[in-house]
């Protein structure tokens, strides 16, 4: 079953804007992580955000916050004032706190366009 | 600078040719992974390994085999490639596998099978 779900395969934002990115989640563990990372056009996987499930507050790095919100199972990403060089596709990743193989699952991603 | 080294980074090779995409990390980081990227599936997992001579399938093995002698290096190897594993391929690495973890990656390897 697919643990992360990213709906939007495709979004388009205007530069300067703000712009929301989901991610919903599907777990029975109580400890878990969250991670958004990006992947630009030349194809690097860059860390940028994580949120602990035992986080009460949402995290914050810089324009990139997590809007977190437990009971719903989401945890979307908020780029504020978008710039034209964060065009990319982002990856939502879910790590489980109690399983054996507690590696990293991804969601399908989204492509982001910034327009000028 | 501390990284994950994969090579090749573009590869291309005919169906039936065994290859091997090396990766390598130099920040002694016990546990390594594969994946591999498709257009609207994201990031799957092929293998992972927990130490030096503990490795076990992911999501998406078949096809597949790696190897982990060093710590340090995480070999993927395809016997016989066919054109379904035509793909973005990654090697990760992480320090633990605590819930907070960051996952470090290489730079990916796009191979074509033909």
């Known amino acids: 079953a697919q643990k992360i779900t990213q709906t939007q395969p495709g979004m388009f934002v205007q530069e300067k804007e703000a712009v929301t990115l989901d991610c919903t989640y599907d777990t029975s563990d109580q400890s878990y992580g969250l991670f958004w990372y990006k992947q630009p056009s030349s194809g690097e996987m860059i860390f940028l955000i994580y949120?602990?499930?035992?986080?009460?507050q949402n995290a914050t790095e810089g324009r990139y916050s997590l809007n977190f919100q437990k009971a719903r199972k989401s945890a979307n990403l908020v780029i504020s004032a978008s710039q034209l060089g964060d065009s990319a596709m982002y990856f939502c990743?879910?790590?489980?706190?109690?399983?054996?193989?507690?590696?990293?699952?991804f969601g399908a991603g989204t492509r982001l366009t910034v327009k000028p | 600078e501390a990284q994950v080294t994969q090579n090749p980074r573009y590869l291309i090779t005919v169906t039936g040719k065994k290859l091997t995409v090396t990766c390598s990390q130099n920040?002694?980081?016990?546990?390594m992974s594969w994946y591999r990227q498709d257009p609207g599936l994201g990031l799957r997992q092929i293998y992972y390994?927990?130490?030096?001579?503990?490795?076990d399938k992911g999501d998406v093995p078949e096809g597949y085999k790696v190897s982990r002698k060093e710590k340090r290096n995480f070999p993927l190897i395809l016997e016989s490639p066919s054109p379904n594993q035509t793909s973005l391929y990654f090697c990760?690495?992480?320090?633990?596998?605590?819930?907070?973890?960051?996952?470090?990656f290489g730079q990916g390897t796009r191979l074509t099978v033909v």
């Open positions: 949120q602990g499930s035992y986080d009460e």
């Open positions: 990760a690495s992480s320090s633990t596998l605590n819930r907070g973890t960051e996952a470090f």
């Open positions: 920040m002694n980081h016990e546990y």
């Open positions: 990743a879910m790590r489980e706190g109690d399983s054996y193989n507690n590696d990293m699952r």
């Open positions: 390994s927990m130490n030096v001579e503990v490795t």
